[in-house]
């Protein structure tokens, strides 16, 4: 099974940091991985897939990249609206989700 | 505009069954995977299940042999049949489309206690 591990599990950030969200597959998983993002008590939203394609309606602040098994999720400039909980996917070999990361407000 | 509509959760003790149904509309939902996904309370995202268009399907192993995931294409719905259930399996149930999942449903609990 690919192992999922995202890094790191909370970050603390401010309006308008910059933010950084990594994931590492335990093997090769090319550019088959998905960026979600999820608030309480709602359903994931898709932010990207296939590691850099941004989902229709994503504003351009978000951005993905990496390759094989080094994956990032960059938050040009944090919004109010982008404190929630991030998770990363893998779906080249079944599927399996990283454990989330938490942005909560400085 | 795309809807997944989860129905079935509730209430059962462990070793019981339920059956999860998920309606669609307003996708290709002959054309595309769909996929069941769990999240146990204050817990992170599992994937469950997905089944092919064509209807074949893919289980994680810890739901193998007790699940059984099925689509009827004619009337875009999708099931997930769940026997034997244990404490562990309760959670949220999202029905996702495809395999990058950009519809989600509102999700259906399950709750399985004694």
């Known amino acids: 099974d690919i192992q999922m591990t995202q890094s790191p599990s909370t970050l603390s950030a401010s309006v308008g940091d910059r933010v950084t969200i990594s994931c590492r597959s335990s093997q090769d998983v090319g550019h088959w991985l998905a960026w979600y993002q999820q608030k309480p008590g709602k359903a994931p939203k898709l932010l990207i897939y296939k590691t850099s394609t941004l989902e229709f309606g994503v504003p351009s602040r978000f951005r993905g990249s990496g390759s094989g098994t080094e994956f990032t999720l960059t938050i040009s400039s944090l919004q109010p609206d982008d404190f929630a909980t991030y998770y990363c996917q893998q779906y080249d070999i079944l599927s399996t989700f990283g454990q989330g990361t938490k942005v909560d407000m400085k | 505009q795309a809807q997944l509509v989860e129905s079935g959760g509730g209430l059962v003790k462990p070793g019981g069954s339920l059956r999860l149904s998920c309606a669609a509309s307003g996708i290709s939902f002959s054309d595309d995977y769909m996929t069941w996904i769990r999240q146990a309370p204050g817990k992170g995202l599992e994937w469950v299940s997905y089944i092919s268009s064509s209807g074949t399907p893919y289980y994680t192993d810890s739901v193998k042999g007790r699940f059984t995931i099925s689509r009827d294409n004619s009337k875009k719905l999708v099931y997930l049949q769940m026997n034997n259930l244990r404490v562990e399996d309760t959670a949220v149930y999202y029905c996702?489309?495809?395999?990058?999942?950009?519809?989600w449903g509102q999700g259906t609990l399950v709750l399985v206690t004694s």
């Open positions: 996702a489309s495809g395999l990058s999942h950009d519809y």
